[in-house]
């Protein structure tokens, strides 16, 4: 393309400009600045969350800002940004997600949501000082409600003279202004529901009978629509793992993870309903080994191995019983069967080629070995901590992982996983609570301090961002070493309900 340097050291913001037309920008070119757009913002956001405004670094981020946006509505005559479900919009493009700017998006995304807005239009070219008024607030939000963030914003903007923001709350589908116990309440809800009647389906199937497909099917669009509105309530609620009830909580947690993966992925959420469907039902063929198998305390028999390692294609069979209530189930046979397979041809079934796995297998495939891998099952005693099995999953070729797939996962739940009990450098005990927002901070989780120094356990505890620094720059507090809740007594699952 003409005018396009060909090479890409030039900073996005010249290159996009560079290929800007005078009139209305296309789809595609609007989509490329609005990478670089949500970028700067994202960055402006954290810098001035980061630092004080003087910082060098924040201004930096500002200027950047302010320049990216006059040069789209020089482009293209406007500039509106939108929030739609988990999507972003920028003047009526879709911004497209991927594995380098999800964190950016999502950021974004619960900054704003969190603050009551839902559109910025700029009627004119915002200024630094513009900028500043805004994100300062999105940052730190006043107000208990998103609906009355939204009013004391716009009072905020009248009272500093800043009239070139014309802002707009969220669709009312999206507008969800609960308090986060109502949130919880809700993800509660989703995950009880999801677990009994995966248990109905699949003891319906273990009797050769049919299981009502539409009504997993709502199972599954309840947990897509909770994830896309409040995902780390029920990505917590997987810490369960609930003894009497694995078979079962054990699909939930698949389907749970793999939404939120393919979320990540960049699916769109009718992909999502069809990915959690699969998920669910990755393990339908164990419905057909016997039951005293499936829950044998002990070590298997060479036998007994032979019938577990047959429940890939056996789920294959029983999927054909529900073809002709739903359209043919295709892709959850190929997850079903595919989802013990590794790459290096070590999985089961065995195969002759390298496995060319599904892109809904590979999800399926990392999500269900993170659950089993961290579960308490009645033939494996001691479970790894989850930040153990994601850096095997991660390191270890041999577990056969697709790389992108383990990238995208340590993502959604950070080097130490949502769950994992954790000593700080202030000897207190903390769970994961949720990734940090900030990439470079995957180390640095939310977490919920349940102790205190001397190791006298709390209940609830309380929340603490570990990226926080004090004034002299230093991290307030840091992760020593994960710890085995066992050994305390602690039942992770007890801070996530
Ligand atoms: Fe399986
Ligand atoms: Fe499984």
Not at 70 to 76: H, K, M, Q, R
């Amino acid at each position: 393309m003409t005018g396009t340097p060909p090479d890409g050291r030039l900073s996005g913001v010249a290159r996009n400009t560079q290929a800007l037309g005078a009139v209305g920008l296309g789809e595609g070119t609007v989509r490329r600045i609005g990478r670089t757009w949500v970028t700067a913002f994202y960055v402006a956001l954290r810098n001035l969350k980061m630092y004080p405004l003087e910082n060098a670094v924040v201004q930096k981020g500002l200027e950047d800002l302010t320049k990216l946006s006059a040069e789209l509505i020089d482009g293209d005559g406007e500039c509106e940004f939108r929030l739609a479900g988990e999507f972003l919009f920028l003047n009526a493009t879709r911004m497209k997600l991927d594995l380098d700017n999800y964190t950016s998006f999502s950021f974004l995304l619960n900054r704003c949501r969190d603050a009551g807005v839902g559109q910025i239009r700029f009627v004119d070219r915002p200024t630094v000082r513009d900028w500043t008024v805004l994100l300062s607030f999105l940052i730190n939000p006043q107000g208990k409600t998103a609906g009355e963030r939204f009013e004391l914003l716009n009072t905020r903007l009248n009272e500093t003279n800043v009239g070139v923001f014309d802002l707009a709350p969220p669709p009312e589908s999206d507008d969800n202004p609960e308090d986060e116990g109502e949130a919880k309440e809700r993800a509660k809800r989703t995950y009880q529901q999801s677990v009994t009647t995966t248990k109905e389906v699949l003891n319906s199937v273990r009797m050769g009978q049919s299981p009502n497909v539409k009504k997993i099917k709502r199972v599954v669009q309840g947990i897509v629509d909770q994830i896309l509105t409040d995902e780390t309530s029920l990505v917590g609620l997987t810490t369960i793992r609930d003894y009497d009830d694995y078979t079962f909580t054990h699909c939930v947690n698949v389907s749970i993870f793999s939404i939120a993966l393919g979320r990540r992925l960049g699916l769109t959420r009718l992909q999502l309903y069809d990915l959690g469907f699969t998920a669910l039902f990755h393990d339908i063929g164990k419905s057909r080994v016997p039951i005293d198998i499936i829950q044998k305390p002990d070590a298997l028999a060479e036998e007994e191995w032979r019938l577990v390692m047959a429940h890939p294609w056996l789920g294959v069979l029983a999927l054909f019983q529900l073809r002709e209530q739903s359209e043919f189930p295709y892709r959850s046979m190929m997850v079903a069967y595919q989802h013990h397979m590794k790459r290096d041809l070590t999985g089961y079934p065995r195969s002759l080629r390298i496995a060319e796995m599904t892109f809904y297998s590979k999800i399926v495939a990392v999500a269900d070995a993170f659950d089993a891998a961290t579960s308490r099952r009645v033939y494996t005693t001691v479970p790894l901590s989850p930040a153990q099995v994601l850096q095997e999953m991660r390191d270890n070729p041999r577990r056969g992982m697709d790389p992108v797939v383990v990238k995208a996962f340590v993502a959604l739940l950070g080097i130490y996983p949502v769950g994992t009990l954790v000593v700080l450098d202030s000897f207190e005990l903390a769970i994961v609570h949720a990734v940090n927002p900030i990439p470079e901070m995957l180390s640095r989780p939310i977490v919920r301090i349940i102790s205190d120094d001397l190791g006298n356990i709390e209940h609830p505890g309380r929340l603490f961002d570990l990226a926080e620094k004090d004034e002299a720059g230093t991290f307030k507090k840091s992760i020593i070493k994960t710890a085995d809740p066992e050994r305390y007594g602690i039942k992770v699952g007890d801070y996530f309900v």
